[in-house]
């Protein structure tokens, strides 16, 4: 069988708006965002989702509290699912990080982390995925490297395209996960 997973990026933040770059920070939905969220929940009603996993970070929790209103029992937090760690640079203008993307596929922002070591926390959540939700359907509620980390590791895409591109919004992407998946 398989796990099929539905991913969604976390709602629309204040510093999304302001052009600066959360990372690790917790990050807060605004208005807007939270609109957003509301909307997610329209779109993807809970019942269709055995779980929901989302990040740790907070504006991926208040994603998931707002759109399903705190559906505590099954929404499960994993600081696997981060962003990625900009160290030093957090809170730096997103244009900057765009142009700092490629350079960091391997090379760790100063103090924080690489995209590759995204990519690794990723597939070490997909493997407990895979062993214990083959033949359900997961939500996940998560940031872009870790979407970014998904093409790699489901659709084969390459770090330096998916870096290179960029962020196109859109209502979710889909995956499925053999349940043999890298064992």
Request: net charge negative.
């Amino acid at each position: 069988m398989a796990v099929d997973i539905v991913y969604e990026t976390h709602s629309l933040t204040t510093d999304n708006e302001a052009g600066r770059a959360t990372g690790w920070l917790p990050g807060e939905l605004s208005e807007s965002g939270r609109g957003f969220a509301r909307e997610l929940g329209r779109r993807r009603p809970v019942d269709d989702f055995a779980v929901i996993f989302c990040s740790d970070l907070a504006r991926a929790v208040e994603t998931v509290e707002t759109a399903y209103g705190g559906w505590p029992a099954v929404a499960r937090r994993d600081h696997r699912l981060r962003e990625c760690d900009y160290g030093e640079l957090t809170g730096m203008p997103v244009d900057e990080l765009a142009r700092q993307r490629r350079a960091r596929i391997d090379a760790p922002f100063p103090g924080g982390e690489s995209y590759r070591q995204v990519v690794d926390r990723t597939a070490e959540f997909l493997r407990d995925l895979a062993e214990g939700w083959d033949g359900r359907r997961v939500l996940l509620v998560s940031h872009s490297a870790n979407r970014w980390a998904l093409d790699h590791l489901l659709h084969g895409r390459t770090l330096a395209d998916l870096v290179d591109a960029p962020f196109g919004w859109q209502e979710g992407w889909s995956y499925r996960l053999p349940d043999d998946w890298r064992r």
